[in-house]
């Protein structure tokens, strides 16, 4: 992430950090980057899906420690990518590594091995991760929100506006300089501490509250220190794009930069790191002036090749350029945050900074530096506002506001609107999939996530909008995807979706379902939630790849099974405590301990059947299918209920019309129906050695009693609800993919 190589330059050398304390104060995190951290930096297995319930003891335990010490965390999230799709060969080559690493792997794999304790797994992140951790951000009150497209410099942003410290383990933002550089606050994510340190005195803030006094020890970043001090804070854009970042890579460098690089000794320091050290010494050398750099960078460049280079270096160097009035206001706004500082007001260049500038024909060098330079961020008393980087096209431009409130709040799908908003369309990354098979994992949600694009352009073009869908190739939207063991790009047919407008909002809802989904709601399902299960489970066995060719079965289906009962029995468990965060917690931490005895039993039942251990990926490809279904449900269902909102308070003089799903469709928390991808797995191990039709007495009879664990005989009562549960349910499904 970020820009190649930096992180490790500027940590190389202790003075560009100062130790700092963190207490009482509001605190903007990059959301993305500390999720991976959190996750990566756990011993949570990856490789079967995902132990979210245990994620979600991990991120309990960081949120208490911030309100132990009076932080107040601010996670921001990425919208979708850049609209010009730069960053499409860096994702590509990322989900190329993975499909190799995932090679390795699974080939690994097929030796006799524990699959519990097989090394080396691949770096895929669970798919779910970030919802689950949304939902307990939600569940805690915590302030998140998600960009239009990519949070970095918004994160920048949001800081510089309300004059606090920011929190990633992203290189990027050692460039980032707002207005007022100097309290500029970034804090390396790694460098933070995991346990609060107590005051000696208290400050003032915790003796009005009564409160005792804790800090968390971290190493804020020095802005002036001795790696980049020498570079005018104005070029620094220009440093991180001509090292190299995910963005852009391929940008030649003057020849006297060359000269810098051949003159350094070899020793002590990665080529990486002399090349950023000859680069600063370079840049340095200029002062503040910006027009001879540029001019040297843009002349190795032939006159036709000028447009387009300029081009790049336009897009690259802006997404450096924090302004803290630009989408930082706009995501304060939408959290209601106060900001204390005031920010300088000058009047703003002309409209030629924008992200358009050189799409008219450059003849000359001058007129390509010009271009350039109008981008660069100025500070002093000559800092100016950069034009909005969003000029008339922001992807939620003259959205209805519950659409927009639905996507800042992480209810719909951000990464869908690659494909509609970016002109290089969408990248769907690699998770634990079974190769073996031609078609990706993604398959298996690809009409859901079909009607949504053709929702997105029949809204578009209700309101006029269509200039935006720059991701459109004709009458068909862009997907990449794995197709057997290489990253190919899709074209998927899509067309504006109509509503049935003369119905009313519930029934448009459910007809939706019935010819889109051709799935038939009921209103007599309660709670709402089983119709969620049941909608996910019908969804899959269409679509699944192996659920297809099992028989179509619920009822013997290993996966199938194990899924239903996990879920059933682990929101009965949960569902009563979950309006009480203190309780949630207790009781989740006690099912994560009681689950790992439950998937040790199973897995031990199952080396009764066969002596086979190895893993087996089709299962575990199974339980991503699952997952994938039931996120996209979800946020179609999110989708949808925003637009017939919309187009509803068009025609009636409504402001309060309640979500159309409200009556139908409900899901409950992701963690509560996927809580452990290894017991999971091990059930489904179990199942798919016994034979097809026993399966159903078993997990009734033996399994689901020993998942739920009556601790006392007045939960017999309970415990027969979710048997009788179970097995209406895995009848209701079977009847309707019977049918269909």
């Known amino acids: ?148 497209r990519e949070a970095d410099v918004h994160i920048a942003e949001l800081a510089a506006l309300l004059d606090c410290p920011l929190l990633s383990n992203d290189s990027d933002f050692y460039i980032f300089r707002p207005p007022n550089p100097e309290n500029y606050r970034y804090i390396p994510l790694n460098s933070l501490s995991s346990q609060c340190k107590r005051a000696g005195t208290r400050c003032p803030s915790c003796v009005a509250a009564s409160m005792d006094c804790f800090s968390l020890s971290c190493s804020v970043f020095v802005p002036g220190g001795p790696s980049l001090k020498r570079v005018c804070p104005s070029l620094l854009p220009l440093l991180a794009v001509l090292v190299g970042n995910d963005f852009m890579s391929a940008i030649r460098l003057p020849a006297s930069v060359q000269t810098i690089l051949n003159r350094r000794s070899t020793s002590g320091l990665s080529f990486n790191a002399r090349r950023i050290d000859a680069l600063i010494e370079w840049l340095g050398g200029f002062g503040d002036d910006t027009t001879t750099p540029l001019r040297e960078v843009l002349s190795s460049y032939a006159e036709e090749d000028l447009k387009t280079i300029t081009n790049q270096l336009t897009h690259g160097v802006s997404g450096y350029t924090v302004n803290p009035e630009d989408e930082g206001l706009d995501l304060a706004k939408f959290l209601n945050l106060k900001y204390p500082i005031s920010m300088p007001h000058p009047e703003p260049c002309s409209p030629q900074t924008s992200l358009e500038v050189g799409s008219g024909k450059i003849s000359g060098l001058l007129e390509a530096t010009r271009s350039i330079q109008r981008i660069l961020p100025q500070f002093g008393e000559s800092y100016r506002r950069v034009s909005p980087k969003y000029v008339g096209d922001g992807i939620h431009c003259r959205w209805p506001t519950l659409l927009v409130r639905q996507y800042r709040n992480m209810s719909c799908s951000t990464a869908l609107l690659d494909c509609l908003y970016v002109h290089s369309g969408s990248v769907l990354r690699i998770l634990f999939e079974d190769l073996r098979l031609p078609q990706s994992v993604y398959v298996v949600n690809e009409h859901l996530r079909q009607v949504q694009y053709n929702l997105l352009l029949k809204l578009e073009a209700s309101l006029n909008n269509t200039s935006k869908l720059c991701g459109l190739e004709g009458s068909a939207v862009v997907e990449h995807k794995r197709d057997c063991d290489k990253m190919r790009k899709f074209l998927v047919p899509v067309s504006p979706l109509t509503f049935p407008l003369n119905a009313l909002p519930s029934t448009a809802f459910c007809e939706m379902f019935s010819h889109e989904m051709h799935l038939n709601l009921r209103s007599d399902i309660k709670p709402v939630e089983l119709q969620g299960l049941i909608a996910t489970l019908i969804l899959w066995i269409r679509h699944s790849q192996f659920a297809t060719n099992s028989g179509s079965c619920l009822n013997t289906s290993p996966v199938g099974l194990a899924f239903t009962a996990c879920a059933l029995v682990n929101c009965a468990r949960l569902v009563p405590v979950s309006k009480d965060s203190t309780s949630l917690e207790r009781r989740s931490a006690e099912l994560c301990e009681y689950y790992i005895t439950c998937a040790n039993a199973a897995k031990s039942d199952c080396f009764q059947f066969t002596n086979d251990g190895r893993l087996s990926i089709e299962l575990v490809h199974q339980l991503n299918e699952l997952q994938l279904v039931f996120l996209e449900l979800k946020h179609f269902v999110a989708l949808l209920d925003a637009l017939l909102v919309h187009y509803t308070q ?59 664990c009556m601790s006392d005989s007045r939960e017999q009562r309970r415990l027969e609800t979710i048997l009788h549960q179970f097995q209406w349910l895995v009848r209701v499904v079977d009847a309707q993919v019977a049918y269909t």
């Open 1 to 148: 992430m970020g820009v190649r190589g930096l992180s490790s330059y500027i940590s190389g050398n202790a003075g560009n950090f100062k130790e700092y304390e963190l207490h009482n104060s509001l605190l903007v995190i990059d959301a993305e980057n500390y999720i991976n951290y959190c996750y990566r930096s756990s011993p949570l297995l990856r490789h079967y899906g995902g132990e979210y319930m245990d994620f979600t003891v991990y991120v309990r335990i960081f949120l208490k420690l911030l309100g132990k010490c009076r932080i107040t965390p601010i996670f921001v999230f990425d919208g979708c990518h850049d609209k010009e799709g730069t960053k499409l060969d860096t994702l590509l080559r990322r989900n190329m590594d993975r499909i190799q690493d995932l090679k390795r792997f699974l080939l690994h794999a097929q030796a006799p091995l524990d699959p519990d304790t097989i090394s080396d797994v691949p770096d895929i992140l669970p798919k779910l991760t970030n919802t689950v951790f949304v939902e307990i951000l939600r569940e805690c009150n915590i302030y998140h929100v998600a960009c239009e």
């Open 650 to 708: 068009s025609t009636v003089s409504s402001s309060n019309i309640p979500a159309p799903s409200t009556q139908y469709l409900a899901f409950w928390p992701s963690w509560f129906v996927f809580p452990s991808g290894r017991l999971l797995y091990w059930l489904s191990k179990l199942f798919s050695v016994i034979h097809p039709s026993e399966r159903m007495n078993c997990m009734v009879n033996l399994w689901i009693p020993r998942l739920f």
